[in-house]
């Protein structure tokens, strides 16, 4: 997890970290030189986002106190304070164990929203743009329960409002239909 972690913000960076950075257990706050603001941005319909960002499908918070570890806070925290707050994350995305069986609903949604708050308290300057995914499933392909799944995620996100909502893994859905209309 480590190595993916130190990745995404080695590709934030723009090559600002050394080979140390990557050292195993190496925290991200290793000696490095100092990072440029993220300067490519691109245009998602009307939101504005950072051309790189994190995904969050490997993150879990630590077994022992259900918080982030220091290295997702280091990452979260600079990623900001370089202006590249993009931090997509799932509804279905949770442990390692869980989310490969399916069952780790909302867990990494509750952990990006402490690392988000967390960077708040921090000030940091550029709030992060949060994108979470919806999972169709065969009890779940109506527009109401896309609503009712909506309405969860960002409740463990602890928004207002979803920057960006997406449909994960869409044509699974599609194909169910199709068998079911046959």
Do not use: N
């Not at 600002?16 to 925290?27: I, Q």
């Not at 290793?30 to 319909?45: F, M, Y």
């Not at 918070?61 to 997702?72: F, V």
């Not at 609503?147 to 909502?165: M, N, P």
């Amino acid at each position: 997890m480590r190595y993916y972690q130190t990745a995404v913000l080695h590709l934030l960076s723009a090559g600002a970290f050394t080979a140390h950075a990557f050292a195993p257990g190496a925290l991200l706050s290793s000696p490095v030189a100092e990072a440029p603001a993220i300067s490519d941005w691109t245009q998602v319909g009307s939101l504005t986002v950072p051309s790189v960002g994190c995904g969050t499908i490997a993150w879990s918070a630590d077994k022992a106190t259900g918080r982030p570890g220091p290295e997702l806070e280091e990452l979260v925290s600079r990623a900001c304070e370089k202006g590249g707050g993009f931090l997509d994350t799932g509804e279905r995305y949770g442990s390692h164990a869980k989310t490969a069986f399916g069952m780790g609903w909302g867990e990494t949604e509750r952990l990006v929203q402490q690392l988000v708050r967390d960077a708040d308290a921090e000030g940091v300057a550029t709030p992060p743009v949060v994108a979470t995914k919806f999972t169709p499933s065969p009890w779940r392909t109506t527009a109401e329960s896309v609503v009712e799944a909506c309405e969860e995620s960002r409740k463990r996100l602890g928004v207002d409002s979803i920057d960006l909502y997406q449909i994960q893994m869409p044509d699974i859905v599609k194909v169910r239909r199709v068998e079911v209309l046959r």
